[in-house]
């Protein structure tokens, strides 16, 4: 048993792996037939892409065995009845063209129930980095828990909904890589400390289009935060020295620097994305 599982447990006082029917095909206690008509669905529930297709496949087996496990209401002001959890299984179920579902109705405050929400949705990995970041801003802003109580109430570290939070903190194209499964989280929390919104892209594109690690992302958004500030000071560098370094600079088109004398030094070449990079090494290929 997951502590997830044991939070939901401790906060509706039931038991999770209850089902809608026994074995003999009647109605477990605890458990209502209720009209579909009368439920509606959490305006603020933390998931917003439910897939049809998998949505298809579950009314098939609804289709054919039923709703085997009841979903979680609460009663509203006009006599409905609220979706606390199950709502994939709620629409799944009228896809099977279903009028009723089996339910279990608990009365619940407004804050349990965004709270239930989520913990279901992170139980079954349905959300994805962004709808969970939100939701975790959700209750801290409506509730004022801290990060520690969230964490806490949740069953997870308080390091993992920090974490979660910093994706906010990407612009909003970058956002939208990570919602349409082009960026993993692990790659966008590199870029969260970048606050530079165009860099951001780069090095998002760079990321996908070079299919980089989570480390090697990691490194080039280090050297852009710290870059090596212990250049050499050069005392004697030739004037043909300095001609070289403009030279490939207009070349190049970045900046480069020469450090050292006629019998020794560096060369240095700045780029700043691996789209830069390839650039830079296409040019010294043809050259």
Do not use: W
């Not at 006082?13 to 209850?18: A, T």
């Not at 239930?116 to 939701?135: C, F, G, K, M, T």
């Not at 109430?153 to 903190?169: D, E, F, T």
């Not at 935060?225 to 300095?242: A, G, R, T």
Request: net charge positive.
């Amino acid at each position: 048993m997951t502590k997830e599982n044991s939070t939901i447990e401790r906060m509706l006082n039931i038991d999770s792996n209850i089902t809608s029917f026994d074995k003999n095909g009647n109605l477990n206690a605890g458990v209502e037939i209720l009209s579909i008509n009368k439920i509606v669905t959490n305006p603020n529930q933390p998931r917003k892409k439910f897939d049809q297709n998998l949505l298809e496949e579950l009314s098939v087996s609804i289709k054919n065995y039923g709703v085997i496990q009841p979903i979680i209401v609460s009663p509203t002001e006009d006599g409905n009845y609220e979706i606390v959890a199950g709502e994939r299984r709620f629409r799944a179920n009228k896809i099977a063209g279903n009028t009723t579902i089996p339910a279990i109705v608990k009365e619940l405050t407004r804050k349990q129930i965004k709270e239930i929400s989520l913990i279901e949705n992170l139980q079954r990995q349905d959300l994805n980095p962004i709808e969970e970041a939100q939701a975790y801003k959700a209750l801290i802003d409506e509730y004022d828990f801290t990060q520690e109580q969230l964490a806490d109430r949740l069953g997870k570290s308080r390091p993992v909904i920090a974490n979660s939070l910093r994706l906010l903190n990407l612009n909003p194209v970058v956002i939208d890589m990570v919602i349409n499964g082009r960026l993993s989280a692990g790659h966008a929390r590199c870029l969260s400390s970048i606050k530079d919104y165009i860099v951001q892209n780069t090095y998002a594109i760079a990321a996908c289009d070079k299919q980089l690690s989570v480390r090697q992302l990691e490194l080039m958004v280090r050297n852009y935060l710290n870059p090596n500030k212990k250049q050499q000071k050069v005392q004697e560098i030739s004037v043909e020295l300095k001609d070289l370094a403009n030279v490939m600079q207009k070349k190049f088109g970045t900046k480069v620097n020469a450090v050292g004398n006629n019998n020794k030094g560096r060369i240095y070449i700045d780029y700043y994305s691996m789209a830069d990079l390839d650039r830079i090494f296409d040019l010294i290929n043809k050259l």
